[in-house]
T-cell receptor, first 116, second 110 residues
Framework: GAGVSQSPSNKVTEKGKDVELRCDPI?????LYWYRQSLGQGLEFLIY????????KSGLPSDRFSAERTGGSVSTLTIQRTQQEDSAVYLC??????????????FGPGTRLTVT | SQELEQSPQSLIVQEGKNLTINCTSS?????LYWYKQKYGEGLIFLMM?????EEKSHEKITAKLDEKKQQSSLHITASQPSHAGIYLC??????????FGKGTTLSVSS
C-alpha cells in the first residue's frame, strides 16, 4: 500500500513568513510523529499524536511551531515567522499503535525547508 | 534524558568486506530501532529489537541487542554499493517518541 507522503518536498521561504507542511500517514495508522533533521543536530523529535489523546508537544522548539491532526489522519505542521535556524528537513512518521509496546515507525520522504 | 551514541561516525569499506556499526545508550534500552537513510530521502525501517540478546537478520544485515551493555550492533556481511547510506539507531525515550543517534555514514567502494 501507499507509504507516508509529505508535501511539499521542497519549500523556500523568506525570513518572517509562515509555512505549512503537510503529512499524510499510512491509512489505519493511529500514531503520527513529526521530527526535524538539521545538519550537525541529527534527528530530533517535535510532536506526537496518538489517536484522540492530547498530543505530546514536548519537542517543539518554540511557540512559533504548532501542529494539528484533523480527523485522526492528515497532519499539518505550521511554523510562524520563520527564522533561518528553522531551515532543516522535516520528517513525518506514522505507526499502527503508540509507544507501549512500541511499533515500527514508517517515515515519509521529508520536506526540505530553506529560510532565506 | 537518554542519549544514543553511534560509532564510527563514518566508514569507508571495500565492496565485499564486512563491517559493524555500534549504538550505545546512556540508559537501559527497552527497544532499539535501526533505520537507513539515503541522501535527500526519508528513513527506511530496517529492524526493531526489544529483548536482551535478541538478534534479527534481513538479507545481509544482522542486528543484535545487548541490554547489559546498553548497546546494539549492526553487522553487514559482504558489503555492496547498495548498502551505502546513513545508518541511524533510535530508541524509545520514557514512553514518548524516538530519540536518534547522529548516524553513521557508510561508503562502499567498488
Amino acid at each position: 500500500g501507499a507509504g507516508v507522503s509529505q508535501s511539499p518536498s521542497n519549500k523556500v521561504t523568506e525570513k518572517g513568513k509562515d509555512v505549512e507542511l503537510r503529512c499524510d500517514p499510512i491509512s489505519g495508522h493511529t500514531a503520527l510523529y513529526w521530527y526535524r533533521q538539521s545538519l550537525g543536530q541529527g534527528l530530533e523529535f517535535l510532536i506526537y499524536f496518538q489517536g484522540n489523546s492530547a498530543p505530546d508537544k514536548s519537542g517543539l522548539p518554540s511557540d512559533r511551531f504548532s501542529a494539528e491532526r484533523t480527523g485522526g489522519s492528515v497532519s499539518t505542521l505550521t511554523i510562524q515567522r520563520t527564522q533561518q535556524e528553522d531551515s532543516a528537513v522535516y520528517l513525518c512518521a506514522s505507526s499502527l499503535g503508540g509507544l507501549a509496546p512500541p511499533y515500527e515507525q514508517y517515515f515519509g520522504p521529508g520536506t526540505r525547508l530553506t529560510v532565506t | 534524558s537518554q542519549e544514543l551514541e553511534q560509532s564510527p561516525q563514518s566508514l569507508i569499506v571495500q565492496e565485499g568486506k564486512n563491517l559493524t556499526i555500534n549504538c550505545t545508550s546512556s540508559k537501559t534500552l527497552y527497544g532499539l530501532y535501526w533505520y537507513k537513510q539515503k541522501y535527500g530521502e526519508g528513513l527506511i525501517f530496517l529492524m526493531m529489537l526489544q529483548k536482551g540478546g535478541e538478534e534479527k537478520s534481513h538479507e545481509k544485515i544482522t542486528a543484535k541487542l545487548d541490554e547489559k551493555k546498553q548497546q546494539s550492533s549492526l553487522h553487514i556481511t559482504a558489503s555492496q554499493p547498495s548498502h551505502a547510506g546513513i545508518y541511524l539507531c533510535g530508541a524509545n525515550q520514557a514512553g514518548t517518541a524516538l530519540i536518534f543517534g547522529k548516524g553513521t555514514t557508510l561508503s562502499v567502494s567498488s
